[in-house]
Nanobody
Framework: VQLQASGGGLVQAGGSLRLSCEAS????????MGWFRQAPGKEREFVAA????????YYGDSAKGRFTISTDYAKNTVYLQMNSLNPEDTAVYYC????????????????WGQGTQVTVSS
């Protein structure tokens, strides 16, 4: 399984970005796709996830009300629409896939993308 994340960039506070993560070679056991982020000097943080089978979304506290995760099954792609961005959202965003019992637990994902940088200026 390979994951290709894209869509990051530089945006002003209050702006929006849409991240994409295309999965190739996905297997039936890859139940969920998650987005995580890591800022310099900080621990990895769960942002959002969605299960392929149920299309059920899950959000971390920082994403609730501002970010939306969605899927395009035909393209094996998951999107993260991020609105009302603020400087605290600056981080490298990673997508991951696997069959986690807990979608918030990054250690339970099997495959990770290369990350895409999101920088929000004040």
């Amino acid at each position: 399984v390979q994951l290709q994340a894209s869509g990051g960039g530089l945006v002003q506070a209050g702006g929006s970005l849409r991240l994409s993560c295309e999965a190739s070679g996905r297997t039936f056991s890859d139940n969920a796709m998650g987005w995580f982020r890591q800022a310099p000097g900080k621990e990895r943080e769960f942002v959002a996830a969605i299960r392929w089978s149920s299309n059920s979304p899950y959000y971390g506290d920082s994403a609730k009300g501002r970010f939306t995760i969605s899927t395009d099954y035909a393209k094996n792609t998951v999107y993260l629409q991020m609105n009302s961005l603020n400087p605290e959202d600056t981080a490298v965003y990673y997508c991951a896939t696997g069959d986690p019992l807990k979608v918030v637990a990054g250690d339970e994902y099997d495959y990770w993308g290369q990350g895409t940088q999101v920088t929000v200026s004040s």
